[in-house]
């Protein structure tokens, strides 16, 4: 199958161009095509851009234990629909992904119900060293140094010496000081309100932990990834740091709420790490848009919208994300505030560098044709109703955001195209390499 893409403004590693791109057995074949070139298939692209297909690093799919919230299909539809290619599944499913055996299971599942391509994170634990040094067919490891579920919860020096010592994969975590989360929750009786979330999980929480990760990660020369990052002291801190074995992230709920919004809002603006102030917003799409942060991820985590309605404490914390992320960055390029070659950057090329991936993130010859055409000029509005992800319900809802992904390929076949997705499409397992080196190594 040929299938050729003319007259899109195409997002390059090196820029944009107005070319055309041949995919031939699901690889981009050539870029700039001639106009004599044939194929099975010609796509006219004018008035659109073509980007590689965005890899979200960090979402929770809630399968297998959590079905209820979320699964496998019902989250990789959402994917398709809103331009997501690939992602990397976190283990805090039920039971947690701590052993090489409940990874292999789950990539067993994803085979059969993703409509995009998929890589699952093994969990530590205080105990699994031995696992996480043997596994394979993972992106990485992935630690909760603050409160989680199960007993993937890793706060003792050290059992965390031991995982930066004694495994190769690279990591990331979830960095929120315990101690101080614990001591915030004594001072404030728990908390009563939506608000007090981010009184307990506070800016000190989040530099604490995260200064202490990195710290572990320089003296081991272990490569490590900081999850969501919410402060300006974060990313103040990250950019001080030599290049070489620390990457970091933001997600869009951290760019785009603060604490104002829990009037408004309340718990469906709960998450961990806390959202936090409208200085924070302004400092974290700063680092965004001079690549202090590289990357930007969901950490699509929802719940149905009877358990957020609990009053606080019992809300658990957690939003859907992952189908309206590229909008919302579109959105922020429009505005002026990035560009599309630096929202491409973040949301396509970092992570397959970050993680090591074989083939994604760029369009360039001989990559996967992971590919998404978004229209610049399109103006929708999000809706509860129309959400794919099966809590059906957005944050955002009733937001206008202004550029829109219209149609997207998985491995060359079209997933979702003219408002409709292709439920009998399936993904593939992604591909690493780990000896290519992390982001900062050249290529």
């Not at 944009?16 to 870029?31: D, K």
């Not at 851009?49 to 959402?78: C, Y």
């Not at 190769?168 to 979330?197: F, M, Q, W």
């Not at 319900?393 to 219209?406: A, E, F």
Request: net charge negative; proline share 5%.
């Amino acid at each position: 199958m040929r299938q050729l893409f003319r007259n899109a403004q195409v997002v390059l590693p090196d820029g944009i161009a107005r070319t055309s791109v041949l995919i031939e057995g699901g690889r981009i074949a050539s870029i700039d095509a001639p106009a004599s070139t044939r194929a099975d298939e010609v796509i006219d692209c004018a008035g659109l851009h073509l980007i590689p297909g965005v890899i979200d690093d960090q979402v929770h799919f809630r399968e297998p234990g959590l079905t209820h919230k979320e699964d496998l299909h019902t989250a990789s539809r959402a994917c398709a629909k809103g331009g997501v290619t690939s992602f990397l599944e976190m283990p805090n499913t039920k039971p947690n992904t701590i052993t090489r055996e409940r990874l292999a299971e789950k990539l067993a599942i994803a085979a059969g119900k993703s409509l995009v391509n998929y890589g699952f994170y093994i969990g530590a634990t205080p105990s699994n060293v031995a696992e996480l040094a043997a596994a394979s067919r993972t992106p990485g490891i992935k630690i909760f140094i603050g409160s989680s579920t199960g007993d993937l919860l890793v706060d003792e020096q050290e059992a965390l010496e031991r995982i930066f010592a004694e495994t190769t994969l690279p990591i990331c975590a979830h960095c929120e000081d315990e101690a101080t989360v614990r001591a915030n929750t004594e001072r404030l009786a728990g908390g009563k309100s939506y608000a007090d979330h981010s009184r307990i999980r506070d800016h000190a929480a989040a530099i604490i932990s995260t200064r202490r990760a990195v710290d572990l990660a320089l003296r081991h020369k272990h490569r490590f990834h900081v999850l969501h990052v919410s402060t300006a002291q974060e990313a103040e801190f990250l950019a001080t740091l030599p290049q070489g074995l620390i990457t970091s992230e933001v997600c869009p709920h951290h760019l785009t709420f603060n604490i104002d919004d829990y009037e408004r809002l309340g718990s469906l603006v709960q998450m961990n790490p806390s959202i936090k102030t409208a200085a924070d917003n302004a400092a974290l799409w700063k680092a965004l848009a001079n690549g202090t942060i590289q990357v930007v991820a969901t950490d699509h985590a929802p719940h149905t919208l009877e358990e957020k309605a609990q009053p606080y404490p019992a809300s658990p914390s957690g939003l859907p994300a992952v189908e309206n992320s590229l909008a919302l960055m579109l959105d922020a390029v429009n505005r002026g505030v990035l560009t599309l070659e630096r929202v491409v950057q973040a949301m396509c090329d970092a992570p397959a560098r970050v993680w090591d991936m074989v083939g994604k993130g760029r369009i360039a010859e001989g990559y996967e044709a992971d590919l998404v055409l978004v229209d610049m000029n399109l103006r929708r509005t999000i809706r509860n109703a129309e959400q794919e992800t099966k809590c059906r319900w957005s944050p955002w809802d009733g937001v206008t955001l202004h550029g829109w992904p219209v149609a997207t390929w998985v491995g060359g076949r079209p997933v979702f195209r003219n408002g409709v997705l292709d439920d009998a499409a399936r993904g593939t397992e992604i591909r690493y390499d780990h000896s290519l080196g992390g982001y900062w190594a050249t290529r």
